[in-house]
């Protein structure tokens, strides 16, 4: 990391794509890997469409599981480093892969939430969308009689078309793509950071390993996410 100098004044449009992994040291658990959630659970049972339609309580329980968890973690440092950039850039773009709503409560505005938010649900019935953070969820339906469902991308879910063109667009706009802990592997997001890398952007991805998309970015640190973002703002950003 003491070898990339990097200075932030020199972008003006920057893009960070985030992943689990800037928010495990927050007490989040990652999906993959040691401590991962489907190391303990297995998604088909908690996380697609057929295992709610099977048993939408079961599913329920596990993602009120999953809101305390969320909801007992506060944002760290890494969070408050890119809402801090955005800060004095505003046209900085988070498209981050996460559902937990830390990027948000560290005070980041422009969020691009590939596959949804925990903190909102869906009737599907009436198309409706709506916030909600109790812990847990209480009613479990809908003033209609359906069950509501998490908002967010479940395996097997098509990702909303709208967040992937504006994500595409500030992908191809951005002068700098900062990837952090993310492993690369869930499409279509994990492609989404090619076309900064086309576009002719400075590329960093911030990893405590290398992942399959590695070899793309000019630049690798390997280091913690926090300490990373951290260190890489800490010059003089306006
Ligand atoms: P992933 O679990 O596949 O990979 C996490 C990556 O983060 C790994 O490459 C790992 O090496 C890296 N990592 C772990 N700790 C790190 C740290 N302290 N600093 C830097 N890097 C670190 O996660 P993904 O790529 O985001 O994809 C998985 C899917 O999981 C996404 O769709 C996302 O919706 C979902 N997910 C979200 C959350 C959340 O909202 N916090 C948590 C778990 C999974």
């Given at each position: 990391m003491d070898e990339l100098k990097l200075d932030l004044r020199d972008f003006h449009r920057i893009v960070f794509f985030t992943g689990a992994g800037l928010s495990a040291e927050s007490g989040i658990p990652t999906y993959?890997?040691?401590?991962?959630v489907w190391a303990e659970y297995n998604y088909e049972d908690f996380a697609c469409q057929q295992a709610f339609l099977r048993d939408p309580e079961k599913v329920w329980d596990f993602h009120d599981k999953r809101r305390a968890k969320v909801a007992a973690c506060e944002p760290n440092a890494g969070h408050r480093a890119i809402a801090e950039v955005q800060r004095t850039k505003p046209e900085t773009v988070i498209i981050t892969q996460n559902i937990d709503g830390l990027h948000q409560r560290a005070?980041?505005?422009?969020?691009?939430e590939l596959h949804g938010s925990l903190w909102r649900v869906r009737c599907e019935d009436e198309d409706l969308v709506v916030p909600n953070d109790q812990v847990?969820?209480?009613?479990?339906?809908?003033t209609c009689g359906a069950y509501w469902r998490p908002d967010i991308v479940w395996f097997g879910d098509m990702l909303d078309p709208g967040n992937i063109e504006r994500a595409i667009r500030a992908l191809q706009k951005c002068d700098l793509l900062i990837s952090v802990g993310t492993s690369g592997v869930v499409y279509p997001a994990a492609d989404l950071p090619r076309i900064a890398m086309e576009s002719g952007a400075t590329t960093i991805e911030i990893n405590l390993e290398d992942t399959r998309?590695?070899?793309?970015?000019?630049h690798r640190i390997r280091h913690a996410a926090s300490a990373a973002l951290a260190a890489l703002t800490e010059t003089p950003i306006c």
């Open positions: 993959r890997g040691h401590g991962g005070g980041a505005t422009n969020v691009i847990p969820i209480e009613p479990r339906r809908c998309v590695s070899r793309l970015y000019q």
